[in-house]
């Protein structure tokens, strides 16, 4: 990739005026795993033309469009319509923990047969090698070798020699999670801590400012495993908690519409997305993007406090 030009890089002070919140936001929106994935394809696919990650958007569109695939494949043959962990899922939910853990993902076969449909569904001969012999060496694994590697996604200890195929492993637990958070009962859901879905304990992507009823600017953070929107205070850092320390910062070249909100406390950063002025931003998709974003906000000390799955770097 190009090296990027030096942008202005300023900084948006945060009006305790204008945060959107009200007592009838709701805590979570489950996911729609019917239109998710085709809408993030979508998305990936304007975002594309001329910009300077324009191959990579290509590649994780065609790995939206195949979820997309699987996922009506699913819809259509009933899978996952049991609940392997039902007993454990009412004592997480009880005690305040998310109640999709790692064990839907070890006692749920559904989890195979997602991949290997998503291997199938890939048309990656416009990809480069790297992605071409991550699917071919998926293909090859067996099943405990996939399943070991799920899980470590799903903890978030994504090993570095194995990032490709992480990419597709990723993408079959997406399918598989959201179709399980679209099925919980949004009510019975409880804060677990900061910066963790309540669904399923992953990493938010982005924080997203929405504009649906009645939640009208109001603030979600967007889970990088399952796609739940959870409510977040505004003008508190995701990282630590922290609301005294926090700014927002933004490059008009790269997006209005996309900004980063950083911690001086604990020296974090997220994505921060106002979805109110432009509906079709997409937490994943607008987050690779945003790229520049990342590449300045570090040069000045901060790290990244989020988790985006299909753009490892």
């Avoid at 291997?119 to 998926?138: G, I, K, N, T, V």
Wanted: net charge negative; aromatic share 6%.
């Amino acid at each position: 990739m190009p090296a990027p030009q030096k942008k202005s890089f300023d900084e948006i002070k945060p009006d305790p005026d204008k945060i959107g919140i009200s007592g009838s936001v709701p805590f979570v929106r489950l996911p729609e795993p019917g239109s998710l994935f085709q809408a993030r394809a979508e998305r990936l696919l304007a975002l594309a033309p001329g910009h300077p990650l324009e191959a990579y958007l290509r590649l994780v569109a065609e790995v939206a469009r195949a979820q997309s695939v699987v996922q009506a494949d699913r819809a259509t043959a009933g899978w996952d319509v049991t609940d392997p962990d039902e007993a454990g899922r009412a004592v997480r939910v009880e005690h305040g923990m998310p109640p999709l853990s790692r064990h839907v993902i070890e006692a749920d076969p559904s989890f195979q047969e997602a991949l290997e449909g998503l291997l199938q569904a890939l048309d990656l001969s416009a990809a480069p090698e790297e992605a071409r012999a991550a699917q071919a060496a998926l293909q090859a694994a067996s099943r405990e070798d996939r399943l070991d590697l799920a899980v470590q996604v799903f903890e978030g200890a994504i090993p570095v020699e194995r990032v490709a195929e992480c990419l597709f492993v990723s993408a079959a637990l997406q399918v598989c999670l959201a179709r399980r958070a679209a099925r919980l009962d949004a009510k019975a859901l409880k804060p677990v801590a900061d910066g963790v879905c309540p669904c399923c304990g992953g990493a938010p992507t982005a924080s997203v400012i929405v504009s649906w009823t009645p939640a009208d600017k109001a603030r979600y953070l967007s889970c990088s495993l399952c796609g739940t929107l959870w409510n977040h205070v505004r003008i508190r850092c995701t990282a630590c908690g922290d609301g005294e320390s926090v700014s927002y910062y933004g490059i008009d070249e790269v997006s209005k519409d996309v900004q980063v909100e950083t911690c001086t406390s604990c020296h974090s950063y997220l994505k921060h997305l106002h979805q109110h002025r432009a509906p079709a931003l997409d937490p994943v998709a607008d987050d690779i993007a945003s790229y520049g974003l990342d590449l300045k906000i570090t040069e000045e000390g901060f790290r990244r406090a989020g988790l985006n799955l299909l753009f490892v770097v």
